[in-house]
T-cell receptor
Framework: GAVVSQHPSRVICKSGTSVKIECRSL??????MFWYRQFPKQSLMLMATSNEGSKATYEQGVEKDKFLINHASLTLSTLTVTSAHPEDSSFYIC??????????FGSGTRLTVV | QKEVEQDPGPLSVPEGAIVSLNCTYSNSAFQYFMWYRQYSRKGPELLMY????GNKEDGRFTAQVDKSSKYISLFIRDSQPSDSATYLC???????????FGIGTKLQVIP
């Protein structure tokens, strides 16, 4: 089946630093990828839609200058959390749709900002 | 009102029981419905993907969609301890439109 690979799975960073999360579609091309954020005991919240070769589309309330998204190829999208603060600590998950089937998710990245 | 409503549980059942998980939704544009299983600290895993109203069966899992009542269900037969996880329902209107998730129901299957 289609696989979406996400790295790193866990990262701890100091407040004020930036963190990059990678999302790769391993056996299919993804012109569109999605980035979600999930807080404990809460649902997945879409942050932005990443489009290959063009600017990402951000959901209302998501700071585009803080959460930089780059989709430079048909198999790779990256999310960079800039100047991270403790309130950015969360579980970040990417997703893509390999054809006319449901969306496939990566394994997620747990970010802890100290 | 949330677009997708789901009881967070937790729901505890004995091993071998039939599990019924349910969601309601409010967006009439939803045409596609999904059920995901999420283990702790992992990404969601797609279990069922259905279009419009009707039933779909895959092994021990059966998904039902009733668009007239905006009600979606997932049934798990012969539940196993390994089924213990959080189950998320979701809907979207097609193409690459935004997928909206429920909060997830935490299921525990007791040996």
């Amino acid at each position: 089946g289609a696989v979406v690979s996400q790295h790193p799975s866990r990262v701890i960073c100091k407040s004020g630093t930036s963190v990059k999360i990678e999302c790769r579609s391993l056996d299919f091309q993804a012109t569109t990828m999605f980035w979600y954020r999930q807080f404990p005991k809460q649902s997945l919240m879409l942050m932005a839609t990443s489009n290959e070769g063009s600017k990402a589309t951000y959901e209302q309330g998501v700071e585009k200058d803080k959460f930089l998204i780059n989709h430079a190829s048909l198999t790779l999208s990256t999310l960079t959390v800039t100047s991270a603060h403790p309130e950015d600590s969360s579980f970040y998950i990417c997703s893509a749709r390999p054809g006319e089937v449901g969306y496939t998710f990566g394994s997620g990245t747990r970010l802890t900002v100290v | 009102q949330k677009e997708v409503e789901q009881d967070p549980g937790p729901l505890s059942v004995p091993e071998g029981a039939i599990v019924s998980l349910n969601c309601t939704y409010s967006n009439s544009a939803f045409q596609y419905f999904m059920w995901y299983r999420q283990y702790s600290r992992k990404g969601p895993e797609l279990l069922m993907y259905t279009y419009s109203s009707g039933n779909k069966e895959d092994g021990r899992f059966t998904a039902q969609v009733d668009k007239s009542s905006k009600y979606i269900s997932l049934f798990i037969r012969d539940s196993q301890p390994s089924d213990s996880a959080t189950y998320l329902c979701a809907g979207h209107s097609g193409g690459y439109q935004k997928v909206t998730f429920g909060i997830g129901t935490k299921l525990q299957v007791i040996p």
